[in-house]
């Protein structure tokens, strides 16, 4: 898989909103629960997922147990803060109004077959995009090459401007350059730093 | 705020207005007082488009005084749209500019002898109104110019364009903003027709040299919205999520969940829909600038600030911040996945003065028909113009998404009592499906809003995790907003005030610090029964019965993707929603 780097001056993370929200992958070492995951595996703060990270999807189920919740390969886990709206507060984990959504609600699944390596989808959304999408990005995460097409081309001034150097599979290149690659390849490596 | 002014323009040599005390309705204000009136003065078997029905305008109860997010109006009539009643309600400058002017309700009576259009101008020295037809037919935008060009860019107006005049069942009434722009709306329900009847085109209020409503325990009163403004600002929605994102924070989260009703609610998932998300919005309107562009209130005294203002490609004004269930109505469910072409139809939405919710629906429901492919959003802009124009499809169109599809043999209409659904699937979140179908107004997102229920302790403490619930929780909810929508309060509050017990203690302790008196948590919900119960009478004796409280069919029979469900909340138990 082809890599790119990005070095961005400031303040680059709601450039990546668009690709946050439909997600980027990673691979993760075995099954574990969401906290696990979170907080051991990325470093999250148990307080930051107590308190911060209200609504929790998995496989799009809002999940109320993140102690309970198993992640396994191929699955699509979403964060987000907390939402405004009826529906909003209906999806929080845990809340008053977790009854008007039973339907959807994520179950835990009883057997989850071992796996060496696998691999999971993020999805990022609203202020834990702002506030963990750098941590993610800086680490390095795969993302669909079109999706970074539409990011460059709707912030091109931005990037002409904040981005010290791009850089595809270890080489310096332009923007015009990258962007036409990108439109011929499927999947990238991604790692954003801000410096 | 202790007058009514009523305006009979069906008085003999010309509308006639006077002004009269609160009377029977004293302590009412915001939805509690719209519904009072409708219900008690409007025969319920009218037709909402003649003489007996009638407009009624109420500021909230603490509307006109320094309390933050006391700047929602309330709308009421019989509605041309469900045929039941209607309060709608809206942002912008009305309800601030009205109260200080010392008006609890302005009530619009009667029917013009004669096609005359009319304004109506209300500062401190009374009430002046003119006859104006060259007004007619004019987008709300060009009316507000003229009116800045006539009475200067202090007032505010309330103002109906093309659609009210054409008497569109989707006609919304649009109250202008701080910039003194025509873009909030009481969308819902038809009220722009109503006021179309009336021929009244804009109401222009000034409030020079009034100041602002005075409680009768200042100290007091000051510490507790000083205590509630703290609320607001550190909760994480009302204090960083919405300022940052408005409320289409929600598109990706909702999409998540699999309840974003895509193509005419055919399925729970639009696959672009992080184009037209909150975030990317916001990151686009922050990249555009501009005054006001990704964060900024709807009226004075708006501490939340879920509103902004979208600039073109050419960074010029357009219109507002698209609110969530615009960008759905317009985007998701009709396949769109361009910004600036949803922008440009709630442009031009609030130009022709049309809900937002109920046009977007309806160009769903008309490409489902095949009136257009889902995804041309040329072609749903040419849809909206031909409803401007009045065009013979203009007029089935603005008339909503039953008649139009009823008109193009379509099965899947999105609609209870004959009003469009907002922005969630019933199948998904199915405790709202309970309210679309029960509430008082027809499908309606706010009728049953996340309210403080649990702070408030209505109905008692429903297991959040159990399996029952549904009706219970819809039933409370319904109570609840009921009565905040009374006070005149933004809903957005909900949030703070349900997670932080201060907050909405501090509420309270502003109502009863204006007015002297001692409400409790009880007293409120009390308010909120009595609410509903004056619009459920109204409904039956409209001709009402359980039968309307229900969703379509193919809601119960069309499983919904990705999930595959079905709503299932039998009708027995629909029933026992108002059971108290």
Redesign the interface.
Known sequence: MRSVSLHIQKDFY??F??I???GVDLPMEDNRSIRDFLCLDIGIPDAYLDH?I??V?MN???V?DVRAAMIGDGAVL?L????????????RR???????????TYENSTSSPPADAIRIRI?L???I??ELGPVFLNHGVQVSASDMV?VLT??A??FRQDCRSMELDGGEVSMENLVATLKTIDQIHLRVVEN | MDKILRINVGSDGGPAAKTETHGDYDGLAGRALTSSIIGKEVPASCHPLSGENKLVIAPGMLSGTTGAMSGRISVGCKSPLTGGIKESNSGGQGAQVLARLGYAAIVLEGKPKAETLYKVFINKDGVKITEDNSLGMLGNYDLVEKMKAEYGDKVACISIGPAGEMKLSAASIAFTDMEMRPTRHAGRGGVGAVMGTKGVKVIVLDDAGMGMRQPKDPDKFKAANKKFVQGLRKHPVTGEGLPAYGTNVLTNVVNEAGGYPTKNFMWGRFDTCSKISGETVAALENERGGDGSATHGCHRGCVIRCSGTFYNKDGQFLTKQPEYETVWAHGGNCGIDDIDAIAMLDRLDDDYGVDTIEMGATIGVAMEAGVAEFGDAEAAINLVKEVGQGTPLGRILGNGADVTGKVFGVERIPTVKGQAMPAYDPRGVQGIGVTYATSTMGADHTAGYAVATNLLGVGGTVDPLSAEGQVELSRNLQIATAAIDSTGMCLFIAFAIMDQEETFQALIDMINAFYGLSLTADDVVELGKKVLRVERDFNARAGFTKEDDRLPDYFKNEELPPHNITFKVTDADMDQVFNF
């Open positions: 709601t450039l909103a668009q946050f929200s439909k911060r209200q609504t999807f799009g189920r809002p109320d979403a987000s803060a907390a939402m405004p709206g009826l529906v909003g507060a209906t999806l845990g809340g008053h109004l977790a009854a008007m959504r039973k339907e959807i999805k959304f609203n202020l995009a702002h539409d709707m912030f001034k931005r």
